[in-house]
């Protein structure tokens, strides 16, 4: 919907670490819960992490101790900082602002040697 812009994937090794980026404007991002999604080939999109407007985190089981979300007010940007990555967490990540209902474009992670 032209609100969220996603930024920050690619490929990157076993173990290795990224960051993704979602930019959006400002009347979304200010009321908005905002979260991280990811849909593998064949597979279902699935919720990866959430973050409250005030900067309460929710993550799933997969993603804990490895992943972290955190949102940057002033720059109207949510972050997922992905570490010890996997190859099975390769698939196109998907920034969502829950109170729209917005998606992102999303972008592709691609975890391989």
């Known amino acids: 919907q032209g609100q969220l812009v996603e930024s920050g994937g690619g490929l990157v090794q076993p173990g290795g670490s990224l960051r993704l980026s979602c930019a959006a404007s400002l009347n979304v991002f200010s009321v908005s819960p905002m979260g991280w999604y990811r849909q593998a080939p064949g597979k279902q999109r699935e919720l990866v992490s959430r973050?409250?407007?005030?900067?309460?985190?929710t993550y799933e089981d997969f993603a804990k101790g490895r992943f972290t979300i955190s949102r940057d007010n002033t720059k109207n940007t949510v972050y997922l900082q992905m570490n010890s990555l996997k190859p099975e967490d390769t698939a196109v990540y998907y920034c969502h602002a829950f109170a729209f209902s917005y998606w992102g474009q999303g972008i592709q992670v691609t975890v391989s040697s």
């Open positions: 973050i409250s407007t005030g900067g309460t985190t």
